[in-house]
């Protein structure tokens, strides 16, 4: 298994608190993405880092920050969570911009 | 815009009942076709890549084909761990970004 690390695992929080979730690899790939996924929908990109300090926005990124210092770690901020945000959080890595995705197990953040 | 779409939406089948399952895409100039499987509480986890038209791609009771414009994972003599949901992405043109579709959720029961 690709070396991917999603924490914390389950988070619940109220509407209007910043959330952060955070990713570690241990690859050393340099392509970091954060995905949802949510019935209906399946998977859609957040944002995506290609390199340290990096970053791009994907499909829905409005009310996410993310950022990158280092090589392993990829950070996903909610600045104010809603409701809307509820939702299963996947971390994935790859070592070139068309190699597989490798994804971690997810994080599941319940915004009440 | 990419867009993948797979059918069914589930399937249900006896052990060892052959089957397949579909993704269609429509995508500027293929890069690259991903076949995962995602099991409850999982990450998706890959199995396949598929660059061009006539490629396959075996794994086990799994194949996977593509033309240009849909791949197949043919599941062959199916077991109960095969069980999941099976998905499908592609990357196209100059915009290296997967677009995943809603998945196939295959149960195989004993």
């Known amino acids: 298994d690709a070396g991917i690390t999603q924490s914390p695992r389950h988070k619940v929080t109220e509407t209007g608190t910043p959330v952060t979730l955070r990713c570690h690899q241990t690859e050393n790939h340099r392509y970091m993405y954060w995905y949802r996924q949510d019935p209906g929908h399946g998977l859609r990109l957040i944002h995506y880092s290609y390199g340290v300090k990096d970053t791009d926005k994907g499909e829905v990124s409005d009310g996410y920050s993310v950022s990158r210092s280092k090589t392993e770690d990829f950070l996903l901020t909610l600045e104010s969570a809603t409701s809307s945000q509820t939702s299963v959080y ?16 997810g994080t599941r953040l319940t915004v009440t | ?35 995962y499987r995602q099991d409850p509480g999982k990450g998706p986890e890959f199995l396949f890549t598929l660059y061009s038209a006539g490629e396959e791609k075996e794994k086990e009771r799994l194949k996977a084909t593509l033309t240009k414009k849909e791949s197949f994972l043919h599941i062959t003599a199916p077991k109960p761990e095969d069980s999941a949901t099976y998905l499908c992405a592609v ?5 290296y970004k997967l677009t995943f579709g809603k998945g196939t959720l295959l149960t195989v029961n004993p």
Do not use: K, M
């Not at chain 2, 867009?3 to 690259?32: F, H, I, K, M």
């Not at chain 2, 990357?91 to 915009?95: D, E, K, Q």
């Open chain 2, 1 to 35: 815009e990419d867009q993948v779409t797979q059918s069914p939406e589930a399937l249900r089948l006896q052990e060892g009942e052959s089957s397949s399952l579909n993704c269609s895409y429509t995508v500027s100039g293929l890069r690259g076709l991903f076949w």
């Open chain 2, 91 to 95: 990357v196209g043109g100059s915009n």
């Open chain 1, 90 to 105: 996947f971390c994935a890595i790859s070592a070139e911009n068309s190699s597989p995705l490798h994804f971690g197990n």
